[in-house]
């Protein structure tokens, strides 16, 4: 009850602000935000000679990726648009296209397979990759220019102190001058879990900061996150959930009996990055058109000492200030006569890159650590270490430096297209523990302390790039690179894309198409993983071969995509599963995880349609995909999966904007990745054991999504059929996804 007296307060607080907006002029006519009623008459402040000086905050930033390689900079959206904030902070992602354990924050991979994340080589800690929906890759950081400090606070909620999720986000970034920014980014998410044993509790914090040049520019972060999962390895039995007649009371979600309680995941992710390049080239001027005009250089340094002298007699003091205000008579006469001695002719300078001179530095610091406490129904098939209680660690660092020269396009006879040439060298180093003939326990029970082993792996990289990025019409970008440890040779990437711009109906068609090639030997934890109840060391293993091609159509509201590839020697996990018996008659098995490698070629294609469409106030927006794979068993896809959000979108007194409507999400039966919680990755289910499918059930949810200048709100009913319906509602074998639930979110923005 408090929650809603909660929501409606917020509610009615932005009607008020809304109604706040609503100004009348002196005819009581409506009159537009930011427009002077009394533009005709003077207030009180103005007759007493504006002694209050106001002071106006200025308002604006824009923000930007990087590549992590490279550091290019890339244009990007910040992060506060009100379109599908609704959906910004669900695990399954903003259409539904990811499976996970149903606890916000939990492991995920995406149903759709040309969506995950399939390299290999330069990416090593196979651990962190689940929990992508909380880490952020390089390429994913914000960074800022702002006129001035800008500070985002975000919060989700839902549920009650038991079962409930929250979740706070805040960033503040500010220039210290016009090229150097700084700011932080902070995340803590706390998921009690509507089932048993199943908490998550995730903290990162990210510093950053960048400095843009004239002709040297730097980004750099350090991010540090710690990740804690509870294992519960999904409930006893899956009829609690789609047959739940079947028992004689009907269970909670909280109340259904769990096959682990006493195990925990932990993760800790730390990461220093650090780009920068220096830039030769010349200055170009160009006039207001963007012609490129010729200026005379000695007229030129005559302007900017003139100009120099009028921003110091506009900047003495604040009296100097009031008394030659910016739109006086004296200013514009100085104005004036700075126009005549630059000949009446407007133009802006531009530093032009010829030649760039990049370095890359990239420390990673990982750790993975597996506590089981307790195995009180045999979960776990194997033990290869002794003692009822051990701690399964595992560590990782990484340190990587690329340095490259760049030649930017159109500036060279012999090649007219921007040249990248560099080379990479990474240090890697994985502990692991072992079993040392010779090595005995320091204590025979408990506390024990483990033999380690250490590996170190130096990789060395070699590689080219050419692309083509001026021009409306035509571009490209191709990479090819060449990776070796000194003695593995096998080791290679080529990728590329190509891009054309079609004026069509006074519009654009845009149609890109992509390719890869590319050999690697599996990673390290593919070879090599030692635990309490997992070990391998697979020295055999068979470099994957990779074959992608793909295409895209944009038009308008309308995106069509198509993407088809071949495996060669496709690595991965396998879990393998052992039945029991139980006097209750409930299948029971007991759970290990392998890694195996397919000898045959498998295929995978996929078809993706995008379609938005708008009526008035009415939006419809759909994403359809058919995929299909040579081998279910190995990797499996469902065949159809769908997401529609059907939503009313206008606005209230010109100011408030809403949202307000329903979505869906559907896929087909498949057999889909389960969860191993021995190596903290999704796996193939066993063909000879414990096997289900999932799909064919929807997920709907109903929201209404506010926005009101600087904030933004909303309130959602979640898995809103599970009140009228059931049905196989998994997204995981064995992890059923929350019951319905009420979830609210408000995000503001400040400028300070």
Same mark, same amino acid.
């Given at each position: 009850?408090?929650?809603?007296?909660?929501?409606?307060?917020?509610?009615?607080?932005?009607?008020?602000?809304?109604?706040?907006?609503?100004?009348?002029?002196?005819?009581?006519?409506?009159?537009?935000?930011?427009?002077?009623?009394?533009?005709? @008459?003077?207030?009180?402040?103005?007759?007493?000679?504006?002694?209050?000086?106001?002071?106006?905050?200025?308002?604006?930033?824009?923000?930007?990726?990087?590549?992590?390689?490279?550091?290019?900079?890339?244009?990007?959206?910040?992060?506060?648009?009100?379109?599908?904030?609704?959906?910004? $902070?669900?695990?399954?992602?903003?259409?539904?296209?990811?499976?996970?354990?149903?606890?916000?924050?939990?492991?995920?991979?995406?149903?759709?397979?040309?969506?995950?994340?399939?390299?290999?080589?330069?990416?090593? =800690?196979?651990?962190?990759?689940?929990?992508?929906?909380?880490?952020?890759?390089?390429?994913?950081?914000?960074?800022?220019?702002?006129?001035?400090?800008?500070?985002?606070?975000?919060?989700?909620?839902? *549920?009650?102190?038991?079962?409930?999720?929250? @979740?706070?986000?805040?960033?503040?970034?500010?220039?210290?001058?016009?090229?150097?920014?700084?700011?932080?980014?902070?995340?803590?998410?706390?998921?009690? *879990? %509507?089932?048993? !044993?199943?908490?998550?509790?995730?903290?990162?914090?990210?510093?950053?900061?960048?400095?843009?040049?004239?002709?040297?520019?730097?980004?750099?972060?350090?991010?540090?996150?710690?990740?804690?999962?509870?294992?519960?390895?999904?409930?006893?039995?899956?009829?609690?959930?789609?047959?739940?007649?079947?028992?004689? &009371?009907?269970?909670?979600?909280?109340?259904?009996?769990?096959?682990?309680?006493?195990?925990?995941?932990?993760?800790?992710?730390?990461?220093?990055?650090?780009?920068?390049?220096?830039?030769? *080239?010349?200055?170009? $001027?160009?006039?207001?058109?963007?012609?490129?005009?010729?200026?005379?250089?000695?007229?030129?340094?005559?302007?900017?000492?003139?100009?120099?002298?009028?921003?110091?007699?506009?900047?003495?003091?604040?009296? &100097?200030?009031?008394?030659?205000?910016?739109?006086?008579?004296?200013?514009?006469?100085?104005?004036?006569?700075?126009?005549? @001695?630059?000949?009446?002719?407007?133009?802006?300078?531009?530093?032009?890159?010829?030649?760039?001179?990049?370095?890359?530095?990239?420390?990673?610091?990982?750790?993975?650590?597996?506590?089981?406490?307790?195995?009180?129904?045999?979960?776990?098939?194997?033990? %290869?270490?002794?003692?009822?209680?051990?701690?399964?660690?595992?560590?990782?660092?990484?340190?990587?430096?690329?340095?490259?020269?760049?030649?930017?396009?159109?500036?060279?006879?012999?090649?007219?297209?921007?040249?990248?040439?560099?080379?990479?060298?990474?240090?890697?180093?994985?502990?692991?523990?072992?079993?040392?003939?010779?090595?005995?326990?320091?204590?025979?029970?408990?506390?024990?302390?483990?033999?380690?082993?250490?590996?170190?792996? $130096? %990789?060395?990289?070699?590689?080219?790039?050419?692309?083509?990025?001026?021009?409306?019409?035509?571009? %490209?970008?191709?990479?090819?690179?060449?990776?070796?440890?000194?003695?593995?040779? *096998? !080791?290679?990437?080529?990728?590329?894309?190509?891009?054309?711009?079609?004026?069509?109906?006074?519009? &654009?068609?845009?149609?890109?198409?992509?390719?890869?090639?590319?050999?690697?030997?599996?990673?390290?934890?593919?070879?090599?993983?030692?635990?309490?109840?997992?070990?391998?060391?697979?020295?055999?293993?068979?470099?994957?071969?990779?074959?992608?091609?793909?295409?895209?159509?944009?038009?308008?509201?309308?995106?069509?995509?198509?993407?088809?590839?071949?495996?060669?020697?496709?690595?991965?996990?396998?879990?393998?599963?052992?039945?029991?018996?139980?006097?209750?008659?409930?299948?029971?098995?007991?759970?290990?995880?392998?890694?195996?490698?397919?000898?045959?070629?498998?295929?995978? =294609?996929?078809?993706?349609?995008?379609?938005?469409?708008?009526?008035?106030?009415?939006?419809?927006?759909?994403?359809?995909?058919?995929?299909?794979?040579?081998?279910?068993?190995?990797?499996?896809? /469902?065949?159809?999966?769908?997401?529609?959000?059907?939503?009313?979108?206008?606005?209230?007194?010109?100011?408030?904007?809403?949202?307000?409507?329903?979505?869906?999400?559907?896929?087909?039966?498949?057999?889909?990745?389960?969860?191993?919680?021995?190596?903290?990755?999704?796996? &193939?289910?066993?063909?000879?054991?414990?096997?289900?499918?999932?799909?064919?059930?929807?997920?709907?949810?109903?929201?209404? !999504?506010?926005?009101?200048?600087?904030?933004?709100?909303?309130?959602?009913?979640?898995?809103? !059929?599970?009140?009228?319906?059931?049905?196989?509602?998994?997204?995981?074998?064995?992890? /059923?996804?929350? /019951?319905?639930?009420?979830?609210?979110?408000?995000?503001?923005?400040?400028?300070?």
């Amino acid at each position: 009850m408090k929650r809603f007296t909660f929501l409606l307060f917020l509610l009615l607080t932005l009607g008020a602000a809304a109604h706040a907006q609503i100004t009348l002029d002196d005819n009581n006519v409506f009159a537009p935000l930011g427009d002077d009623m009394n533009s005709g @008459r003077r207030s009180d402040a103005d007759l007493q000679g504006d002694t209050v000086k106001k002071t106006d905050i200025p308002v604006g930033y824009y923000v930007w990726h990087i590549s992590p390689r490279f550091g290019d900079v890339v244009p990007a959206t910040p992060d506060t648009l009100p379109h599908w904030f609704q959906n910004a $902070n669900l695990t399954d992602g903003y259409n539904g296209t990811y499976n996970f354990l149903g606890n916000m924050g939990a492991p995920r991979i995406s149903r759709l397979y040309f969506e995950r994340d399939e390299r290999i080589t330069h990416s090593s =800690f196979i651990f962190a990759k689940p929990y992508d929906f909380f880490l952020k890759k390089p390429e994913q950081i914000f960074f800022f220019n702002t006129k001035s400090p800008v500070t985002n606070i975000t919060y989700d909620k839902c *549920g009650n102190k038991s079962t409930g999720e929250d @979740r706070i986000q805040a960033y503040f970034a500010v220039n210290v001058n016009k090229r150097l920014g700084v700011g932080f980014d902070l995340d803590y998410l706390y998921g009690r *879990g %509507y089932y048993a !044993n199943q908490s998550t509790a995730h903290f990162g914090g990210t510093l950053f900061g960048s400095y843009i040049g004239r002709q040297y520019q730097l980004h750099a972060y350090y991010t540090a996150n710690h990740l804690k999962m509870r294992e519960n390895g999904g409930i006893e039995n899956d009829t609690y959930i789609t047959n739940p007649e079947a028992f004689p &009371t009907r269970y909670g979600s909280s109340d259904m009996p769990t096959r682990l309680s006493k195990v925990w995941n932990r993760l800790n992710v730390n990461t220093l990055y650090l780009t920068h390049r220096y830039s030769l *080239g010349f200055e170009r $001027n160009y006039d207001e058109e963007g012609n490129i005009v010729k200026v005379d250089h000695e007229k030129q340094e005559n302007l900017h000492q003139d100009t120099r002298q009028a921003d110091s007699l506009l900047t003495l003091n604040d009296t &100097t200030t009031q008394l030659v205000p910016a739109d006086s008579s004296a200013h514009l006469s100085l104005v004036s006569s700075q126009n005549e @001695r630059q000949d009446s002719v407007r133009y802006r300078t531009e530093y032009i890159p010829v030649t760039s001179l990049i370095h890359t530095l990239q420390i990673d610091k990982h750790d993975r650590r597996l506590t089981v406490n307790d195995d009180p129904n045999n979960f776990f098939t194997e033990r %290869y270490l002794p003692g009822d209680s051990s701690v399964n660690k595992t560590d990782y660092l990484r340190i990587a430096n690329t340095v490259a020269i760049e030649l930017h396009e159109g500036f060279n006879s012999w090649v007219k297209s921007g040249l990248r040439l560099y080379a990479m060298h990474e240090f890697e180093r994985y502990t692991l523990p072992d079993s040392v003939p010779g090595v005995t326990w320091a204590q025979p029970y408990g506390s024990l302390v483990l033999a380690t082993q250490k590996y170190v792996r $130096n %990789y060395f990289t070699v590689g080219a790039q050419l692309m083509k990025r001026e021009g409306r019409i035509f571009h %490209y970008d191709v990479i090819g690179e060449l990776t070796t440890t000194g003695k593995h040779w *096998g !080791n290679f990437n080529v990728e590329g894309n190509i891009n054309f711009n079609i004026p069509l109906f006074k519009d &654009t068609l845009r149609v890109t198409a992509h390719g890869r090639i590319a050999n690697e030997h599996p990673s390290f934890y593919y070879e090599h993983y030692h635990s309490q109840f997992a070990w391998w060391d697979n020295s055999g293993l068979n470099d994957i071969f990779r074959t992608r091609v793909g295409g895209e159509l944009v038009f308008k509201k309308t995106r069509l995509s198509i993407n088809a590839e071949t495996i060669q020697n496709y690595a991965y996990f396998s879990a393998l599963s052992t039945p029991i018996n139980t006097s209750e008659g409930i299948n029971t098995y007991q759970h290990a995880v392998g890694v195996r490698q397919s000898s045959k070629n498998i295929q995978l =294609f996929s078809a993706t349609l995008k379609q938005d469409l708008a009526f008035g106030i009415f939006h419809w927006d759909n994403e359809l995909t058919y995929q299909a794979s040579s081998d279910q068993d190995i990797l499996s896809v /469902p065949a159809f999966s769908a997401y529609s959000n059907l939503y009313l979108s206008f606005r209230i007194a010109k100011v408030l904007g809403v949202e307000f409507g329903a979505d869906v999400r559907y896929f087909t039966k498949y057999y889909a990745p389960t969860y191993s919680s021995l190596s903290g990755t999704f796996a &193939t289910q066993d063909p000879a054991g414990d096997r289900v499918k999932i799909g064919n059930y929807p997920i709907i949810n109903l929201y209404a !999504n506010l926005h009101l200048q600087r904030c933004r709100l909303y309130v959602m009913a979640s898995h809103l !059929n599970e009140t009228f319906m059931t049905g196989e509602s998994f997204l995981v074998p064995h992890y /059923p996804i929350n /019951p319905m639930t009420i979830k609210f979110g408000i995000s503001w923005t400040f400028h300070n």
